[in-house]
């Protein structure tokens, strides 16, 4: 699982002109799933230290302006956007291969167990968009602070 973290001020998105989601000062989050992820991957401890470790990243200032505070800390929004394009590669050609992307059915699967989860942690603060839809995301972004995780690099699969 990848995922492109985006401190914001407000953010939302919208598919065919509706709004479906929007939140005020948090985060706007892009996720993609890998192929090696499988059906499996959101029960597992690589999914669910990923979100921890989202949640609880310290990149909202406290009193002093430092970076001391986390999502859950500021009582701030969390939008979470499907995005298989973060699984691209362009290591040959000029078009990009999506097939390290998880398939369709089993990113979906895991995307809702991830908004689910993430919907359980901070309860009414969590929007999402429309999986597989061609949507319209709005933000402002906030510093810009703008962090990669890779549930790879924290003991995961992919």
Do not use: H
């Amino acid at each position: 699982m990848r995922l492109v973290v985006q401190r914001v001020r407000e953010a939302s998105v919208a598919v065919d002109g509706q709004a479906v989601a929007s939140i005020e000062a948090g985060l706007l989050v892009l996720v993609g799933f890998g192929a090696a992820d499988g059906s499996d991957f959101a029960a597992g401890k690589p999914c669910r230290a990923t979100l921890e470790k989202l949640l609880d990243l310290r990149i909202f200032p406290d009193e002093a302006g430092k970076l001391n505070l986390s999502l859950r800390e500021t009582g701030g929004g969390l939008l979470l956007v499907s995005q298989f394009t973060l699984y691209a590669s362009c290591r040959k050609g000029r078009r990009p291969s999506f097939s390290e992307a998880a398939p369709p059915q089993v990113a979906l699967g895991l995307y809702n167990a991830l908004v689910e989860m993430a919907g359980q942690a901070l309860p009414g603060r969590v929007g999402s968009g429309v999986f597989g839809a061609d949507m319209d995301v709005s933000l402002v972004n906030w510093g810009p602070v703008t962090i990669l995780l890779d549930s790879a690099d924290l003991g995961g699969a992919t």
